[in-house]
């Protein structure tokens, strides 16, 4: 009993955290397959949601569940992204780089939303001409 005494304060500072590796997800409908992330690594960390709080989601949700070095793609639109993660039912890609048609596009913030998607500080590339915008909506 003692010993069960002596360890417990132990498991108090140990971080739980889980890492998946290759990872391949996909949004299903009854018509079609709307979206599908491949991903090397999803890291969840449950012990830093405590921390979370309404002034702080975005920082507590990015690095408590996240994605590194993957790829989105929607239909005619594939994207490479260093890090991303969901918030409020957004999926928010962070160094976003790729294509649409034949647009290229290169950007430091990306949010995929249900039927668009919103860029920040992206550079543009259509038809040799390469274009910067501090914000820029894409329809999907």
């Not at 070095?69 to 994207?79: A, L, Q, R, V, W």
């Not at 860029?119 to 909506?137: A, D, L, W």
Request: contains cysteine.
């Amino acid at each position: 009993m003692k010993l069960l005494l002596l360890c417990f304060p132990l498991f108090l500072f140990a971080e739980l955290k889980i890492v998946l590796n290759d990872i391949k997800e996909y949004k299903v409908t009854e018509d079609k397959i709307v979206y599908k992330i491949s991903a090397n690594s999803k890291n969840i960390n449950p012990i830093k949601f405590n921390k979370f709080r309404f002034f702080n989601k975005e920082k507590i949700v990015s690095n408590s569940s996240f994605y590194l070095n993957g790829k989105f793609s929607i239909e005619d639109t594939k994207i490479d992204f260093t890090k991303a993660y969901f918030l409020e039912g957004k999926f928010v890609m962070l160094n976003p780089k790729g294509i649409y048609k034949r647009t290229t596009f290169k950007a430091q913030k990306a949010i995929y939303f249900k039927n668009k998607l919103t860029f920040s500080n992206v550079y543009i590339t259509i038809k040799n001409k390469r274009y910067r915008k501090i914000k820029y909506v894409l329809e999907l």
